[in-house]
């Protein structure tokens, strides 16, 4: 049972299961110390509450709801980061959430608990990696992964702003804002930081800022993208990775786009983690 969860995203549905039913049924005070409260006055006190907010819930179909999402986008993203860059990525964009609502706490000073902007996050992630992949709301309407999250973007903006009235009430729509841009900016960083990344650095400088344009520096680069173990690697993602080192062989590197550069790099970095295992 559940055996299409990978192992952040269990340990991460159990921990938000736990907390809400021990503060449902056992400690009715709990959410009261976990909840994450816009105000430096309190935070000072409260520091915790930057990460806890993220294990408390509303209610059953508060938590449900948010599972069930984080179900569903969680486990294809891990799959494809790696489990240290997914947790990582998760509370960066959950904190994100938290920091926005502070930033914008003169619109809505209110007490955040869920982890949908952790979760949003995920969502963003995975609208960055397969853009068009259909996403049935409610079972019924698809809608592009892109599409989605800029459709959510613009119902938290106007909904943080009042824009929606009594609609976008009781839902902390700049923690939602906060998990897409906590989430962007990491990935932003680990792609910039990634050794294939620099490699790219010091190729483009090499091969176009002293030869000119041209193909004359693909075959090392594509050549390390082959080298790529597929070991581990999910039979969607052994596909797009040797759909799009063919397209650099026929194309050039130049020819591909900032989103298959993106699979190559996080590829590349899970390659090196599976490599370079942590010791226990």
């Known amino acids: 049972m559940f055996s299409f969860l990978t192992p952040w995203v269990k340990r991460l549905i159990a921990a938000n299961v736990i907390v809400f039913v021990i503060s449902a049924y056992f400690r009715p005070d709990l959410n009261y110390f976990l909840a994450f409260l816009p105000d430096w006055g309190y935070i000072v006190g409260h520091p915790w509450t930057f990460v806890t ?17 984080f179900g569903f986008f969680g486990p294809r993203v891990e799959a494809q980061m790696g489990g240290r860059h997914f947790i990582t990525m998760y509370f960066i964009a959950g904190l994100g959430g938290a920091l926005l609502s502070l930033a914008l706490k003169s619109v809505a000073p209110y007490p955040i608990v869920g982890a949908s902007g952790a979760i949003f996050g995920v969502e963003l992630v995975y609208a960055m990696i397969w853009p068009h992949d259909r996403i049935y709301i409610w079972g019924a309407l698809p809608v592009e992964a892109r ?3 800029i459709g959510q973007t613009a119902y938290s903006i106007f909904g943080g702003f009042g824009g929606l009235g009594s609609l976008g009430g009781g839902v902390a729509h700049f923690a939602h804002l906060g998990g897409y841009v906590g989430a962007f900016v990491y990935l932003r960083f680990i792609d910039y930081r990634s050794p294939l990344r620099a490699y790219q650095r010091k190729l483009d400088t090499a091969t176009y800022g002293k030869r000119g344009w041209g193909l004359s520096g693909d075959g090392e680069e594509i050549a390390r993208w082959e080298a790529i173990p597929r070991t581990g690697l999910h039979a969607m993602n052994v ?9 650099a062989k026929k194309l050039g590197a130049r020819s591909l786009t900032p989103d298959e550069r ?10 090196a983690e599976d490599a370079n295992p942590p010791v226990q």
Do not use: Q
Request: glycine share 2%.
């Open 53 to 69: 907010y993220m294990f408390a819930h509303a209610s059953w179909s508060h938590l449900i709801f948010n599972m069930i999402s």
């Open 147 to 149: 599409w989605l999250v």
């Open 239 to 247: 596909e797009e990775l040797d759909r799009v080192i063919a397209k």
């Open 262 to 271: 993106a699979f190559l790099h996080r590829m590349s970095l899970r390659g």
